[in-house]
């Protein structure tokens, strides 16, 4: 693993989009952690020390929501929310509980380096 490379957690129980996600994360050149759970991605977040957190809503054990609250008590770290859920309501909650990170249904690889230029 080079230090130098960025450092990306993904946090997301579906293991399909997880691994699909991962070779793609690798192939663009990014270090990549995954958490099945919102309490192993609270653990990673302190030991891995991550540059940007792709954060899944709904998770076992801890809710992204949750997650991304802890997350905030701690630090600034990018974070760009994965969710499946469009609606209004959803979003603006999201919004208003977690400081205002990106929020998303789909992921790209541009996405991912936009959110690392934010730091």
Do not use: H, W, Y
């Not at 809710?63 to 701690?74: N, P, Q």
């Amino acid at each position: 693993m080079n230090q130098n490379l960025p450092k990306v957690l993904v946090v997301e129980d579906e293991k399909s989009f997880v691994e699909a996600l991962k070779v793609g994360l690798d192939r663009e050149g990014f270090d990549v952690k995954v958490a099945e759970d919102g309490l192993m991605a609270l653990e990673l977040f302190r030991t891995f020390k991550p540059d940007l957190i792709l954060l899944d809503v709904m998770l076992p054990k801890i809710s992204g929501l949750d997650v991304c609250k802890e997350i905030r008590t701690e630090s600034k770290v990018p974070i760009i929310m994965v969710t499946a859920k469009g609606e209004e309501i959803d979003t603006v909650r999201i919004s208003l509980q977690t400081s205002n990170p990106e929020i998303f249904g789909s992921i790209t690889s541009r996405r991912i380096k936009s959110g690392l230029n934010v730091r």
